[in-house]
Nanobody, 123 residues
Framework: QVQLVESGGGLVQAGGSLRLSCAAS????????MAWFRQAPGKEREYVAA????????YYADSVKGRFTSSRDNAKNMVYLQMNSLKPEDTAVYYC????????????????WGQGTQVTVSS
């Protein structure tokens, strides 16, 4: 079992930065790939970024590539999403997920989700 808690969301102006954090419980954190998803009002959940268990492999959606960076600290059971050059279209609730990463954009979600953290980018 893995429990996830996101934090770090907020209101920021376009062009600004935020860093989201996801704290995970459990003793096998490094065995899980971790991913970030987001969901804007009226839209489907979007797969944003993923990292392998070691953090050596990462994936980013085209919409965030070059602006967002996912990292993890397995010693602290933490995963982060550094978001730079934020745009109004980045406004969404952001969720972290524990799952399996197979390379490229292939990520399998397990049923381990956080409660989400709201990110609002004003123009």
């Amino acid at each position: 079992q893995v429990q996830l808690v996101e934090s770090g969301g907020g209101l920021v102006q376009a062009g600004g930065s935020l860093r989201l954090s996801c704290a995970a419980s459990g003793h096998t954190f490094s065995s899980y790939a971790m991913a970030w998803f987001r969901q804007a009002p009226g839209k489907e959940r979007e797969y944003v970024a993923a990292s392998s268990g070691s953090g050596s492999r990462t994936y980013y959606a085209d919409s965030v590539k070059g602006r967002f960076t996912s990292s993890r600290d397995n010693a602290k059971n933490m995963v982060y999403l550094q978001m730079n050059s934020l745009k109004p279209e980045d406004t969404a609730v952001y969720y972290c997920n524990a799952g399996q990463y197979s390379g490229g954009n292939y990520y399998t979600t397990y049923d381990y989700w956080g409660q989400g953290t709201q990110v609002t980018v004003s123009s």
